[in-house]
């Protein structure tokens, strides 16, 4: 899903929707680099996930046995 900094307001970027609402996003989540008229792609990293769940499922699995 893509979004578009529409604006910053303090410490949130503005940002617009594909349904073209719009919500805050904490500006510290945004790249540094970004700026109005930037456009974030923002996806799940399915690799990544499965590694950290299973990281997390092995530490319980040593907690707990």
Not at 4 to 16: K, L, N, P, S, T
């Amino acid at each position: 899903m893509k979004y578009i900094i529409d604006r910053f307001e303090g410490e949130f970027a503005v940002v617009e929707l594909g349904d073209r609402t719009f919500v805050n996003i904490p500006r510290k989540a945004v790249p540094p680099d970004a700026r109005e008229g930037s456009v974030i792609d923002a996806r799940i990293d399915e690799e990544c996930t499965s590694d950290r769940s299973r990281k997390i499922n092995n530490m319980m699995n040593d907690l707990f046995t």
